[in-house]
């Protein structure tokens, strides 16, 4: 039998609006009134519905998350932080898988379910910002990542140039001068992939430190068989880099495979920093250094967005809103205590 806010406020003993007022969380309850009704709630285990306040609102009660990788640990910590900050606003999350492709970002981002949804968070790695100019569909849209497009739109993003330098600024403070960067692109100048590029030469430019071709591994994805598979490419060459700075922690997670598999001691022979923070990276036989991205930052920031869309507050969209990041010290650059 389903419990009603009637049912609420007999237990209660007050009326049916003060019960609403608890529920919708205003403001206006005193402690004591909110401490009674929320015992009569408990007692009698209501739950709102929660379809039906948004039906009043003309809204579905339902927002997208659309991510390029649902197998990459990154993405689906990131979409459980997305879940948790949406459901403290009563919101439900519905998760879409692009692939990266670029006709997919293309027909998630023109609103394909425009009519399940009250918005959209995407996180696009081929989109182009043509392929948004003529965006008919009104649906709110956060975008995550580095690429900048100019547009409308609020993006979430950490300076992925500031990380990479701290990656590469930690493993100099180690005493290391012949840093890898593993994780280059060469089919598109605005990947997240470049833009840790660009620190990792800018940090060692810095220190007076040479930043040669030969010292940058090429990759054709971000998974551990890609940093393998660069590794060996670059220990075959005849390169022995001291430390290396990878793209992604599964990039990094592979080349200390082949690393292991070739003799040399991590972080002895050679030190290793990655970048997201994934739970694997604490759990190896070296635990991974790494630059950590507030990913719970990133997930509220994104829903926030979306709701001050929602709320048509008249602010204009096109914000750049940053999150934090920190560099996370484990034994692939410190050895083991």
């Known amino acids: 039998m389903r419990v009603s806010l009637k049912d609420v406020a007999e237990r209660a003993g007050v009326s049916i609006k003060t019960v609403s007022n608890v529920v919708n969380k205003y403001q206006h309850v005193t402690p004591a009134m909110r ?16 379809t039906a306040r948004h039906l009043r609102k003309g809204r579905t009660g339902i927002i997208a998350l659309a991510v390029p990788e649902l197998g990459n640990p990154y993405f689906a910590e990131l979409a459980g932080a997305v879940i948790d900050a949406a459901a403290a606003h009563d919101f439900t999350v519905l998760l879409d898988h692009t692939r990266g492709d670029r006709e997919q970002e293309v027909l998630v981002s023109q609103g394909f379910r ?15 910002a043509e392929d948004l100019r003529g965006r008919e569909d009104d649906v709110p849209l956060v975008l995550l990542g580095e690429r900048e497009y100019d547009l409308p739109y609020d993006h979430i993003a950490i300076d992925n140039v500031a990380a990479a330098r701290a990656a590469v600024r930690h493993l ?13 692109r060469t089919d598109s100048a605005n990947r997240p992939a470049h833009l840790r590029l660009q620190g990792w030469r800018a940090e ?23 940093g393998a598979k660069a590794m060996a490419r670059m220990l075959d060459s005849g390169v022995r880099p001291d430390a290396v700075f ?21 972080p002895w022979d050679v030190a290793v920093v990655g970048f ?35 709320a048509g507050d008249g602010e204009p969209g ?15 650059t410190l050895g083991r205590r």
């Open 114 to 128: 425009a009519r399940v949804i009250d918005g959209l968070i995407l996180s696009p790695l081929e989109l182009e």
């Open 276 to 310: 997201d923070d994934i739970a694997e990276g604490q759990f190896g036989a070296v635990t991974l250094t790494t630059i950590s991205p507030d990913k719970q930052a990133i997930a509220r920031l994104a829903v926030a967005s979306l709701l001050r869309s929602l």
């Open 172 to 184: 100099i403070g180690r005493g290391r001068s012949s840093i890898a960067y593993l994780g280059a």
């Open 246 to 266: 990878a793209y992604n922690d599964l990039v990094a997670i592979g080349a200390m495979r082949v690393l292991h598999e070739r003799g040399l001691r991590v």
């Open 204 to 226: 060692l430019t810095a220190a007076g430190l040479p930043a040669p071709e030969s010292l940058v591994g090429a990759v054709g994805g971000w998974n551990r068989d890609d």
């Open 318 to 332: 096109g914000r750049t809103l940053s999150a934090e990041f920190r560099l996370v010290e484990r034994e692939s």
């Open 35 to 50: 401490a009674r009704v929320q015992q009569a709630i408990d007692e009698l285990g209501y739950r709102p519905n929660l």
